[in-house]
């Protein structure tokens, strides 16, 4: 049914899901790139913002905006996202076949795993781009942003929805055989 708490856990992951891609996820800070040009890059899985600054009258200020294109693993990261977020979505509506929520539950937990996983070749990636961290090693700054969060949320939400619905199989299943 669709009252269920397990309904709820898939619902919000869902959310977290479609949140997570607007969500900031990476930042990289260079104030000093050696020749009086700095460069600053924030990720999320919708694209990558790149603003340059350089010791320049003509030319002291960039910004340009590269969508999730631009990288195979961001590619990779924004497809994956979008299809667990339909999954689990689909996954609350199948509450007549709990075996294949299941299944389905534990393939949006996979794909999640996979979202996680991909984190660390995008964050290679935006550290190339950030530059030499040698040249100013005090100030260069390669954070994660709270924006990361949200597929580890929506793992542990997921988890416990396919534990609940688990849970209501063998509930059923007890029921069936005292009959």
Not at 2 to 8: D, E, S
Not at 115 to 139: H, S, Y
């Amino acid at each position: 049914m669709i009252q269920r708490i397990q309904t709820v856990l898939l619902f919000l992951a869902s959310a977290l899901c479609v949140a997570f891609l607007f969500f900031p996820t990476w930042l990289v800070s260079n104030p000093d790139m050696g020749e009086g040009d700095a460069i600053k890059v924030v990720a999320s899985p919708m694209g990558v913002s790149v603003e340059r600054s350089a010791m320049s009258l003509t030319n002291a200020f960039t910004a340009e905006k590269l969508p999730f294109t631009a990288n195979t693993f961001l590619l990779l990261q924004f497809g994956l996202t979008c299809v667990t977020a339909v999954l689990l979505l689909v996954t609350i509506f199948l509450y007549n076949n709990r075996a294949l929520q299941i299944k389905l539950g534990y393939g949006a937990l996979l794909a999640l795993m996979l979202i996680n996983f991909l984190m660390v070749p995008i964050r290679t990636w935006l550290q190339e781009m950030g530059g030499d961290p040698m040249i100013a090693p005090d100030m260069y700054q390669s954070l994660p942003q709270w924006g990361l969060a949200a597929p580890f949320l929506a793992l542990i939400l997921t988890w416990f929805a396919v534990k609940r619905i688990q849970h209501d199989e063998k509930l059923v299943k007890g029921m069936d055989r005292i009959r």
